[in-house]
């Protein structure tokens, strides 16, 4: 059919208009554009969402020690208009971060500054664990440990951690010392997804999904294993194949593990939402990893995020499901031993 | 044939919208006041009417969209700064639709006005049978009829907007002009008497 033998032909169809837009729209649309971006942060676990400390606006001495090491070089402090900002935190417990589309899961410790600059997201980390997740247009560039090492990724889903030479030390004197960067003693980069340069040493590695890479203070990016990745392709929720580390017990593939499954819910679905935030972002397939062992009563032991989906509703959501299933004990020469598994939740929605 | 030309020209000048993508105010305020209308009319149409309390809120969600993805716009692209500020619209009026309906406000359409008042009346019980109409649509067509008879997208501009191919783009609104006509029929019987 064309206009032309359109059966509304003849029909005044502009007969229907809508009333005029109102004013004030352009104020509005404006004071939103003034607003930082949002830096919500709230803890896994199923305790309530609480505000990140900010140094900026909490620590002045502390945040003027650091500045020196970490935001100096970024120029200007003046956020720029257009949902640009920056800022310090630390996470005292294992928190969600949002920096726009860009998020991250920060270990309790984590420390690190940030600034974004329309799609480009910098990060100085200067200790502790993060996964990240880079959408959309953003460009994360992530500065480890303050002391070389360079992670540049888009469109990718890593892990990042600083470890220091100072076990158990004070997270906030750390990122206010000025020996932050001879405190590092290694950094390592998990890619869960997409690629990833580390530059360091003067030597850049490109990082594909499943590459892991240490990088010592001063050193080149060295290349250690392979992990497993989470592999898309199943659509709905269910379990697949990821990571593990065999910290908590042997390391066993998913199906070995849902073999021993005695219940719990493996469809687990976002609320309603979550599922509306997916639908704004255009988002309609996302992901979550989790790491999750199991003791030798078959009990669930641990359950932790390895990857965020993004939505930290669902993370916990997630976690609390697995948090309840429960397993026949897993034998190995007749004996019950502890295990951990790594399993990917996929939720897609047309 | 399309009945309006909404979209509007494509004259917003170049150095405002650099401007804009550096993030200069006064140019995204010469741009959402540019704007404005027609993303206004083209959520209000998608929604036909329905949630008017959201229609203002969708508005201004698209312009945030668009100002923060402005620096990635390249004016040299396949759309036009107007198909793709109304794409962002159209997307997100989608989205509101499909999530679960709530307790609504619904508009009395205003029917443009005519030269007499018998004109008139007639007018407003054609835009409130044309309203009922495009509420009635599926919302796959209906974004495929207002897009195309209201805001003056090609084709091929649709199918980029919506994600979808120019076939299926042609069959939506087939079948949306369709619908539409038997619906206006039984709504205004006189309709019957026009070929």
Same mark, same amino acid.
């Given at each position: 059919?064309?206009?032309?033998?359109?059966?509304?032909?003849?029909?005044?169809?502009?007969?229907?208009?809508?009333?005029p837009?109102?004013?004030?729209?352009?104020?509005?649309?404006? /004071? $939103?554009?003034?607003?930082? #971006? &949002? !830096? *919500?942060?709230h803890?896994?676990?199923?305790?309530? +969402?609480?505000?990140?400390?900010?140094?900026?606006?909490?620590?002045?001495?502390?945040?003027?020690?650091?500045?020196?090491?970490?935001?100096g070089?970024?120029?200007?402090?003046?956020?720029?208009?257009?949902?640009?900002?920056?800022?310090?935190?630390i996470?005292?417990?294992?928190?969600?971060l949002?920096?726009?589309?860009?998020?991250?899961?920060?270990?309790?410790?984590?420390?690190?500054?940030? /600034? $974004?600059?329309h799609?480009? #997201? &910098? !990060? *100085?980390?200067?200790?502790?664990?993060?996964?990240? +997740?880079?959408?959309?247009?953003?460009?994360?560039?992530?500065?480890?440990?303050?002391?070389?090492?360079?992670?540049?990724?888009?469109?990718?889903?890593?892990?990042?951690?600083?470890q220091?030479?100072?076990?158990?030390?004070?997270?906030?004197?750390?990122a206010?010392?000025?020996?932050?960067?001879?405190?590092?003693?290694?950094?390592?980069?998990?890619?869960?997804?997409?690629?990833?340069?580390?530059?360091?040493?003067?030597?850049? #590695?490109n !990082? *594909?999904?499943?590459?892991?890479?240490?990088?010592?203070?001063?050193?080149?990016?060295?290349?250690?294993?392979?992990?497993?990745?989470?592999?898309?392709?199943?659509?709905?929720?269910g379990?697949?194949?990821?990571?593990?580390?065999?910290e908590?017990?042997?390391?066993?593939?998913?199906?070995?593990?849902?073999?021993?499954?005695?219940?719990?819910?493996?469809q687990?679905?976002?609320?309603?939402?979550?599922?509306?935030?997916?639908?704004?972002?255009?988002?309609?397939?996302?992901?979550?990893?989790?790491?999750?062992?199991?003791?030798?009563?078959?009990?669930?032991?641990?359950?932790?995020?390895?990857?965020?989906?993004?939505?930290?509703?669902?993370?916990?959501?997630?976690?609390?499901?697995?948090?309840?299933?429960?397993?026949?004990?897993?034998?190995?020469?007749?004996?019950?031993?502890?295990?951990?598994?790594?399993?990917?939740?996929?939720?897609?929605?047309? | 044939?399309?009945?309006?030309?909404?979209?509007?020209?494509?004259?917003?000048?170049?150095?405002?919208?650099?401007?804009?993508?550096?993030?200069?105010?006064?140019?995204?305020?010469?741009?959402?006041?540019?704007?404005?209308?027609?993303?206004?009319?083209?959520?209000?149409?998608?929604?036909?009417?329905?949630?008017?309390?959201?229609?203002?809120?969708?508005?201004?969600?698209?312009?945030?969209?668009?100002?923060?993805?402005?620096?990635?716009?390249?004016?040299?692209?396949?759309?036009?700064?107007?198909?793709?500020?109304?794409?962002?619209?159209?997307?997100?009026?989608?989205?509101e639709?499909?999530?679960?309906?709530?307790?609504?406000?619904?508009?009395?359409?205003?029917?443009?006005?005519?030269?007499r008042?018998?004109?008139?009346?007639?007018?407003?019980?054609?835009?409130?049978?044309?309203?009922?109409?495009?509420?009635?649509?599926?919302?796959?067509?209906?974004?495929?009829?207002?897009?195309?008879?209201?805001?003056?997208?090609?084709?091929?501009?649709?199918?980029?907007?919506?994600?979808?191919?120019?076939?299926?783009?042609?069959?939506?609104?087939?079948?949306?002009?369709?619908?539409?006509?038997?619906?206006?029929?039984?709504?205004?019987?006189?309709?019957?008497?026009?070929?």
């Open positions: 059919m064309t206009d032309e033998d359109d059966p509304l032909a003849g029909i005044a169809l502009d007969a229907w208009q809508p009333p837009a109102p004013g004030g729209t352009a104020d509005a649309v404006l /004071r $939103r554009m003034r607003e930082p #971006v &949002a !830096v *919500a942060a803890e896994l676990g199923g305790r309530p +969402r609480r505000r990140w400390p900010l140094w900026a606006s909490a620590g002045v001495a502390i945040a003027a020690a650091a500045s020196v090491l970490v935001i070089p970024w120029g200007a402090p003046a956020p720029a208009p257009g949902g640009d900002g920056r800022g310090d935190v996470a005292e417990r294992a928190s969600h949002d920096l726009g589309p860009t998020s991250a899961e920060l270990d309790a410790g984590t420390a690190l500054s940030w /600034r $974004r600059d799609r480009r #997201v &910098a !990060v *100085a980390q200067l200790r502790g664990a993060a996964t990240w +997740r880079v959408v959309g247009d953003d460009v994360l560039e992530l500065d480890a440990g303050a002391m070389g090492a360079s992670v540049e990724a888009s469109g990718a889903s890593l892990r990042v951690e600083v220091m030479q100072i076990a158990h030390s004070d997270a906030r004197v750390v206010a010392s000025a020996v932050t960067a001879a405190a590092v003693a290694l950094v390592t980069i998990v890619v869960y997804q997409g690629h990833v340069k580390v530059a360091s040493g003067g030597q850049t #590695v !990082v *594909a999904a499943g590459g892991r890479v240490e990088v010592k203070p001063g050193a080149s990016p060295r290349e250690v294993r392979e992990v497993a990745t989470a592999a898309p392709g199943e659509e709905g929720a379990g697949q194949a990821a990571s593990a580390s065999a908590e017990g042997r390391t066993i593939a998913p199906v070995e593990l849902e073999a021993h499954r005695l219940k719990g819910n493996k687990v679905m976002p609320d309603s939402y979550e599922q509306r935030a997916m639908q704004s972002a255009h988002e309609d397939r996302v992901i979550a990893a989790i790491k999750l062992c199991v003791d030798t009563t078959g009990a669930v032991s641990q359950v932790r995020i390895l990857r965020s989906s993004g939505y930290p509703g669902y993370d916990q959501k997630i976690a609390s499901e697995v948090s309840a299933w429960g397993f026949r004990p897993i034998e190995i020469d007749g004996k019950a031993v502890p295990v951990c598994t790594a399993l990917s939740f996929i939720y897609s929605q047309k | 044939m399309p009945v309006a030309a909404a979209r509007p020209a494509e004259s917003f000048d170049e150095l405002t919208l650099r401007r804009a993508q550096r993030g200069d105010e006064p140019a995204w305020r010469a741009l959402i006041d540019r704007y404005q209308a027609p993303v206004h009319a083209v959520i209000w149409r998608l929604l036909a009417g329905r949630q008017l309390d959201r229609v203002e809120d969708l508005v201004q969600e698209t312009f945030v969209r668009v100002l923060r993805a402005l620096p990635a716009f390249e004016p040299s692209g396949p759309a036009t700064l107007a198909t793709w500020i109304l794409t962002i619209a159209t997307r997100l009026a989608l989205n639709l499909r999530r679960p309906e709530h307790a609504e406000l619904v508009d009395e359409p205003v029917a443009a006005r005519g030269d008042a018998d004109d008139r009346a007639d007018r407003r019980r054609l835009a409130a049978a044309i309203q009922a109409a495009v509420a009635a649509l599926p919302e796959a067509q209906r974004a495929v009829f207002v897009l195309r008879e209201y805001h003056d997208l090609d084709y091929s501009e649709i199918a980029a907007a919506l994600e979808i191919d120019l076939g299926t783009v042609k069959s939506r609104l087939a079948r949306a002009r369709g619908a539409l006509r038997a619906h206006l029929e039984a709504a205004l019987p006189e309709l019957k008497e026009r070929p």
